[in-house]
């Protein structure tokens, strides 16, 4: 049983809206909780109906046809459900949610199918000592899947769970290889087999629930460890539960990227904010604006010769295309992992420069590894009705 009272103070944030994501919202909205935020970034697919119980509607073929975002819907369908709960729907990429979203929920959900999304979401909530509830399906079969619990900035992350190598990888390449959760319907399907994703789902969704919402409710005093939870249904239903620390030689536990007490600008807004306007009202003559990933800011095309700015994360230009002839072959000729006050692109709104809005800004103050850190949330970005930041 729930408090009620307490349920209505949550803030849940659930980052994918496909087959498990569908089953945390309804759960959400059936419990009541006080406001829901859904994040994805793709659209409503034939492919989605058999698993995600959401887009199961009557119109859903107009929803198909029009390419309504996933997160929109299933956003409309948690109002239908339950009218008391805020919902709020973001259709993008975990890099296109600010920090400053993140750090106003409650609890983090990640029902993401993408290794480097779930790698890029848990690093976020580590920065911001949030606690993420992750969990994924076919861990060995169809019928299996794990809930893992990383406590936030004490704690291990992600990454903390792959290897030396395989993480090296994925930081280094910045998009991982999706096989999505509809990549291995259509593959069950040409197999002529009925995947049980939609059991799996629900069940696997539930017990995330369950084991977010108590944890929530009654915090443990050791936040150090993370926890692991294995469901098996099928040749033989059980549930095995893991301990996991933080790995040595995890590079994303930078203790002076941790954001504590940023400095809040109600009145800044991304699309007018240049870092030489931030840098000036800190009062800081040096310093560096430090992105969370390199952003492409030049770039041309072998096989017309033109050149641009796509001012994009370096991950999304790879799967560019001119603008002008269209050609896929094109490279990028600069790269920014950040700026200075004497850079050009200082002069660059936030926004035209591709950061997300309402984010926590690092600015680091020095040149080595350990130089000090200044945190700046652009808090002007978010509407005065969801500033509120929850306790730790």
Partial sequence: MFARTR??????????????????????ALLGIGTLVIVDRDQVELSNL??????????IGAHIAAGTPKAELAAARAREINPDVRVEAIVGEIADIGLG????????????????????????????????????LGLLNYSSGQVSVFPGASGPCYGCRKG????????????????????????????????????MSSALAAFQVEVALRRWL????D????????????????????????????????????????KEYPDRRSSAWTPAAMFAELGLESGFLQFDWPICAEATCRACAHAWQPLVRRARFRNAACPACGSADVAETL?????????????????ELGLPRAHVHEIVCGNDADSPRVHVEVTGDLPESARRVPRC
């Fill in 7 to 28: 349920l209505a103070e949550l803030t849940a944030l659930v980052v994918g809206a496909g087959a498990l994501g569908n089953e945390v919202i309804k759960d959400f």
């Fill in 50 to 59: 058999t698993r995600s119980v959401l887009f199961c509607t009557p119109d």
């Fill in 101 to 136: 979203v993140i750090r106003r929920a409650d609890l983090v959900f990640s029902c993401l199918d993408n290794e480097l999304a779930r790698l890029e979401l848990s690093w976020a909530c580590t920065r911001l000592d949030r606690p993420l509830i992750d969990a994924g």
């Fill in 164 to 199: 030396a190598q395989r993480r090296r990888e994925m930081l280094e390449e910045l998009q991982s290889r999706e096989d999505s959760c509809a990549v291995k319907a259509r593959r069950a399907q040409a197999e002529g087999i009925v995947s049980t994703t939609p059991l």
């Fill in 218 to 221: 009654d915090p443990p005093a």
């Fill in 223 to 262: 936040a150090t460890e993370g926890i692991a939870h294995r469901m098996t249904l099928h040749p033989k239903p059980s549930i095995e539960t893991g301990r996991f620390a933080v790995s040595p030689s995890c590079p994303l536990h930078e203790p002076a990227s941790v954001v504590r007490n940023p």
């Fill in 335 to 351: 790269v920014l992992d950040g700026v200075d006050r004497a850079s050009p692109w200082a002069a660059r709104t936030l926004a």
